[in-house]
């Protein structure tokens, strides 16, 4: 089931209604119908799969159940929290690594054949997103940050809650554990900002990212026949389009969440506004960039190490990062390029210039701000070309021949590019630029008169219905 | 929590009865816009065609000159022909001509290797300002519109296409149905290695022999005729001849004239074509030509009260 469907329209509110008044009484009830609405939710896609997710919850929970039991032998406690992120790393890494490493294995050498080795599995949606967040919890445990749940209905909601099963935000079982832990209550406030940030989240999604989709997929699929400019323009409408996509995603699971009595982390905060690249990954996919640094930077050092650790260091998180989107060599490449852009800056110690929000209580950014977001665009944008690519080899002709600076003349297609599209990121980038410092961008609090709030919410479902597709489209993060 | 439901469901309420609103009076609006396809539904759905001679067919006999047929048999003749429309769609065509029209005296039914195969897929969007009319909803009522499509307002345009909605198009002209000509030779459609098969689908047989019932009830003559073809098409195609033979029984059968111009002259020369299957304003003027004496012919009964079935 996705978002933006019409089954995602009447399953939203007959669970609100199920939720709020069926099974309110008992906390109990609630979690478990969290559960079964959320296996319902993801079985709608593939039924199979939900066996590992199960799997997944149940293998994780009984871990903090035996680190707790032998909480007083340290080898013991290092021994279950291995095993259970080594499965949890397993599953996930024979799901979507396997086939990677072995036709990879088999390009280098070969000699080997692939026949009978591949499994040829499908990827089961939203793995990487449940399995982290799985792993957080016993990575908490261990480190004693956390106490161990008992209730096992808890621990599944937390794992499989439908708004973030299948594209994040990553959770912390820290933030999201206790909330299914204590009885919630109604707040009309949240509840009433959650549909606000649904319908704005609906709004990138549909009417900025899909209608980029339509020329990007277009100029990515045969790039060699189009002159340079048009290079240019779709690189630059797929960074806006996978923003608006995935920032699209978290609104609205952060809006659906808050429907429920549950707040979830931020996962975007204005990233196109960063001045520079260590800015940009302050504020794009936080949940993502958190979890790493957290579990995986910190504990290697850090930045407070060795000049030569720091640069590991550093190379690490972002690789990982990439790999983490998918088994495909354009996703290291992506996370690589993002380390060398991110290296000076923390070298030289530069790398917290910006933890403030640009132009802050000024209505318009000077001059350098608008530089440093420019280059920092530009930057990004180059970076999105590695990852939209199919191969680094495509990558690279895709840069060979924008850079070429090639022509009309040398091309033999040309895109019609639409108004629509300019309006509708022109729209977005002037709300999120206005209600930068909010937590996302329809917080129309300020707006004293109703009836134009009314209306403004009027025109977004408007356009939204008009950019829709009769065919919805999936997520780009779903496939992580 | 109350408050909230309540707020949320008038403030829905509110905007599907604006958007809706806003919705009937674009609709309304693209129903005289210069879409060529919404221009043909109009103009039929608007009524006073009254034609006595009705030509139903997919795009190989749409674009019949139909005031050749007018001069030849003295008589008001209109295509109702529509592009990639097998029966299964043609008999909607038909239907809601007949409900606002008066019925026509002779249908001209075209036949040919895709007439009685079920098609699923189809331009949908040439419908999509007219879902407002009850007629129109209930006759396409099996048709694969989504629920979104049916009931969320504007959902079924297209953006892209949205203005174009809104571009008033120039008064009609009602005789014969405005639409692309095929003009150039495109070799590349349906090349010769390219098999067909004739296929029928019971589905569709079943409609197809009700129609020609109720029609022949009805005191409408019908005449089932073949357009013709490059001829390498039907040399390619895995069953001409038994096609040919369920045409001719099927006319046989129900007591009506079957016209085959199949293997007219004209099929062995490409300059009538605009592609394999669609002939060209020369060739569609040949055609009709002899298509007109040919019905004129068969207007008068065989003295045996037999239907003959003419090959050209």
New interface residues.
């Given amino acids: 089931m996705i978002f933006n469907s019409l089954e995602f329209a009447i399953f939203l509110p007959i669970v609100f209604v199920i939720y709020w008044f069926v099974t309110n009484r008992s906390l109990k009830l609630q979690n478990l119908f969290i559960v079964f609405a959320s296996y319902l939710f993801y079985g709608r896609w593939d039924w199979r799969f939900l066996v590992l997710i199960a799997f997944t919850s149940l293998c994780s929970w009984a871990s903090g159940i035996l680190i707790e039991r032998n909480r007083s032998n340290p080898k013991a406690v290092n021994a279950i929290s291995a095993a259970n992120i080594t499965l949890n790393l397993a599953i996930l890494g024979v799901f979507k690594y396997y086939d990677f490493f072995i036709s990879s294995f088999a390009k280098m050498c070969p000699a080997i054949s692939t026949d009978g080795l591949l499994l040829n599995v499908i990827l089961p949606v939203g793995i990487s997103f449940y399995t982290f967040q799985a792993l957080s919890y016993t990575i908490d445990v261990k480190r004693e940050k956390l106490e161990p749940t008992h209730d096992i209905i808890a621990f599944f909601a937390y794992v499989s809650f439908f708004p973030q099963l299948v594209a994040g935000p990553i959770e912390r079982a820290t933030n999201l554990l206790p909330q299914f832990q204590k009885k919630r209550t109604f707040d009309t406030a949240a509840a009433t900002d959650g549909m606000k940030q649904i319908l704005w989240g609906l709004f990138k999604k549909v009417a900025v990212a899909d209608t980029c989709a339509k020329i990007v997929n277009e100029v990515f699929t045969s790039h060699q026949e189009y002159p340079s400019a048009t290079l240019a323009l779709a690189a630059i409408l797929f960074t806006i389009q996978i923003y608006g996509d995935f920032s699209g995603y978290s609104d609205i699971a952060i809006g659906t969440s808050k429907l429920f009595g549950i707040k979830l982390m931020r996962n975007f905060n204005v990233p196109f506004f960063s001045r520079d690249i260590a800015e940009f990954w302050r504020r794009w996919h936080i949940s993502l960039t958190t979890w790493f640094r957290d579990y995986v930077y910190i504990p290697l050092g850090g930045s407070r190490c060795s000049r030569a650790k720091v640069i590991r260091n550093t190379f690490i998180i972002f690789l990982l990062s990439g790999f983490w989107h998918g088994a495909n060599w354009t996703f290291i490449g992506w996370g690589a390029w993002n380390a060398l852009l991110f290296l000076p800056l923390i070298l030289t110690g530069k790398n917290r210039r910006f933890t403030d929000t640009v132009a802050e209580g000024k209505l318009l950014p000077n001059p350098r701000e608008i530089l440093q977001m420019g280059l920092t665009f530009v930057t990004v944008v180059l970076g999105f070309v590695i990852f939209r690519a199919p191969t680094l080899t495509q990558a690279g002709k895709y840069f060979s021949r924008m850079f070429r600076l090639v022509g009309d003349a040398e091309s033999t297609k040309f895109i019609e590019f639409q108004g629509i599209i300019v309006l509708s990121i022109g729209l977005m980038l002037l709300v999120e630029w206005v209600d930068r410092k909010k937590e996302h961008g329809l917080d129309l609090s300020e707006l004293r008169s109703g009836f134009l709030r009314m209306c403004i919410y009027a025109f977004l479902i408007f356009t939204i219905l008009l950019c829709a597709d009769s065919d919805p489209s999936q997520f780009i993060y779903f496939q992580f | 929590?109350k408050?909230?439901i309540i707020?949320?469901f008038v403030?829905a309420v509110?905007?599907y009865i604006?958007?809706a609103a806003?919705d009937y009076l674009y609709s309304k609006r693209c129903q005289v816009s210069s879409n060529i396809k919404y221009q043909f539904w109009s103009e039929m759905l608007a009524g006073g065609i009254d034609a006595d001679a009705l030509v139903v067919s997919n795009s190989r006999m749409r674009l019949v000159k139909t005031d050749i047929l007018d001069s030849t048999l003295q008589t008001r003749s209109y295509s109702i022909g529509r592009d990639g429309f097998a029966f299964n769609r043609q008999i909607h065509v038909y239907n809601l001509y007949l409900k606002h029209n008066s019925k026509p005296k002779i249908i001209i039914q075209n036949v040919d290797m895709y007439t009685l195969q079920y098609e699923v897929g189809f331009d949908k969007r040439q419908f999509f300002p007219f879902l407002w009319d009850p007629e129109v909803r209930s006759e396409l009522r099996e048709e694969p519109f989504?629920?979104?499509?049916r009931f969320?307002?504007?959902?079924?345009?297209e953006?892209?296409l949205?203005r174009s909605g809104l571009r008033k198009g120039k008064k009609h002209n009602t005789r014969p149905p405005k639409g692309p000509l095929w003009e150039d030779w495109d070799p590349l459609e349906y090349p010769r290695t390219q098999r067909h098969r004739f296929n029928i689908t019971e589905r569709s047989l079943i409609t197809f022999i009700d129609y020609i019932t109720k029609a022949q009830e009805d005191g409408i003559k019908v005449i089932l005729v073949h357009a013709p073809i490059v001829d390498y098409m039907l040399e390619n195609a895995l069953n001409t001849d038994g096609m040919m033979r369920f045409y001719e029984g099927f006319a046989q059968e129900h007591g009506i004239p079957f016209l085959d111009f199949s293997k007219m002259d004209i099929c062995h020369d490409t300059t009538y074509f605009a592609n394999a299957l669609h002939l060209n304003d020369r060739g569609l003027k040949v055609f009709t030509d002899t298509l007109a004496e040919s019905i004129r012919e068969v207007l008068s009964p065989q003295e045996d009260g037999e239907w003959p079935c003419l090959t050209h």
């Avoid at chain 2, 969320?152 to 345009?157: H, I």
């Fill in positions: 929590m408050k909230f707020k949320t403030f509110a905007v604006l958007l806003m989504t629920m979104e499509e969320l307002p504007f959902y079924r345009y953006m892209n949205f």
